[in-house]
């Protein structure tokens, strides 16, 4: 027996045999459960073949566990000695074999980190590849969701909303139609010899042939009819949000049409090590918006809504508070002249890290492996957006176009760790900040 997983496009399909979603639910489970609060990832190879490149058809057919020293803490980070041992593992297999990969994320939203992006882009670059992300929650549910290459890139999270990872809820892989009965044609006889049978009974012969006959186009229909209902009919839905006093809120358009055609939807939302999923009726849906009470940093929502025909919208949105430094209050300076005053603040300006206004700067942090790929030097110039307290509300690293892979991350990061600068208020409205690279680990 095979499960099925179709993305929404119908431009990706993947089947699994029904022992590897047995076996690998049953072994994601018990590593939850291995240690107090959230136990242990794991994560390994997902072997078979591609039954087709155009659409994508993939085929699962086993698994090969990767074997984690869980250096680093429950994560699933693989150390050197972890890698040793999966390069050794697949120059064993055939070529081709490994078609893809997965991984369990515990106790957080299943979504790419730096660790798993480095991994996927060494041992996995490029398509065709598959990437199974599983998040086991006690007693015994499992949710799961695919991630592929889009464009020559990798996604931080997956496009199409999370399935129950369990052969009792899966799609099991059926034939594209009902097989129906050949006709049961009598056996001629004899010219010669007379019919035995009465009239009346040859002339009843055919009805439990048209009854076989209308059973089976019933059958056909209703097998359409329930593939049309199964299948979910799934649309992307914008959120938007913002920190509050108190915590955060979520917006989203009430009077888009997934949100008007809901009638029910949950909401999860993944607070650090703690994840919770809230139950939303229409009312709540109609709102267009939650408040969202925590006193951290940074927290991940994912919304999804359903309509009564099965159709299917959700969105994820991570809101990051940014820290505001108290600063000492400026010294008392003399009042400006009026041709001083009028001049206005240039909308734009090149600054170098560490540069006279900038209150708090942060350098991104780079693994080992990114920098032994490095080239000498490297420099990423990010473009960011200041409101009126100095704040970065926008960053966008420049030249990203380019085919090198190194590059890519590193202006990812150089990103990242700009969204969390600090510029002393009313500075330009917008700045280009240039970050440094070098092989030996420097970066300003």
Request: aromatic share 8%; with cysteine; proline share 10%.
């Amino acid at each position: 027996m095979e499960y099925g997983w179709a993305a929404p496009d119908g431009l990706r399909s993947v089947r699994l045999r029904d022992e590897v979603v047995s076996s690998l639910r049953q072994r994601v489970l018990e590593a939850l459960q291995s240690l107090p609060k959230r136990g242990v990832e794991v994560g390994g190879l997902l072997l078979g073949r591609f039954a087709g490149r155009d659409p994508l058809q993939a085929v699962v057919e086993s698994f090969a566990e990767i074997e984690c020293e869980h250096r680093y803490g429950p994560s699933y980070v693989l150390s050197e000695t972890d890698f040793q041992r999966l390069d050794k593992i697949m120059e064993r297999l055939e070529n081709g074999r490994a078609i893809g990969f997965f991984r369990s994320y515990t106790g957080r939203a299943a979504v790419l980190e730096d660790a798993d992006l480095e991994l996927l882009r060494n041992r996995f670059g490029g398509p065709p590849r598959i990437f199974l992300l599983l998040r086991p929650e006690r007693p015994k549910d499992c949710h799961a969701a695919f991630l592929f290459w889009t464009g020559g890139e990798l996604p931080f999270e997956p496009e199409c909303p999370e399935f129950a990872f369990d052969p009792a809820q899966m799609r099991v892989e059926a034939p594209t139609a009902p097989r129906v009965p050949p006709p049961v044609v009598p056996a001629k006889k004899p010219a010669a010899e007379p019919s035995r049978e009465p009239p009346a009974a040859r002339g009843h012969f055919w009805l439990p042939l048209a009854a076989c006959l209308l059973l089976s186009i019933g059958s056909a229909i209703g097998y359409e009819l329930w593939r049309g209902a199964a299948g979910n009919r799934w649309a992307l839905l914008p959120l938007d949000g913002h920190p509050t006093a108190e915590g955060f809120e979520l917006d989203w358009d009430r009077s888009a049409p997934p949100a008007v055609d809901a009638s029910r939807g949950v909401l999860t939302i993944s607070d650090g090590t703690h994840e919770s999923r809230i139950e939303l009726g229409q009312f709540d849906i109609r709102q267009g918006k939650f408040a969202y009470p925590s006193s951290r940093p940074d927290v991940m929502f994912r919304l999804e809504l359903r309509g009564d025909r099965n159709e299917m919208a959700a969105g994820s949105l991570r809101i990051v508070k940014t820290l505001i430094p108290v600063a000492a209050p400026p010294p008392s300076l003399p009042e400006p002249r009026v041709e001083e005053r009028a001049r206005s603040v240039p909308d734009t300006e090149t600054v170098a890290t560490g540069a006279p206004g900038v209150l708090h700067q942060v350098q991104p942090t780079i693994p080992a492996g990114i920098l032994a790929r490095i080239d000498g030097r490297v420099v990423v110039p990010v473009r960011v957006q200041l409101n009126p307290l100095g704040e970065v509300i926008a960053a966008v690293p420049q030249a990203v176009d380019s085919g090198n892979d190194v590059y890519r991350y590193l202006a990812h990061r150089s990103a990242e760790a700009a969204r969390h600068w600090r510029f002393s208020p009313h500075a330009a409205k917008s700045r280009t900040l240039s970050f440094v690279f070098t092989s030996d680990g420097s970066a300003n």
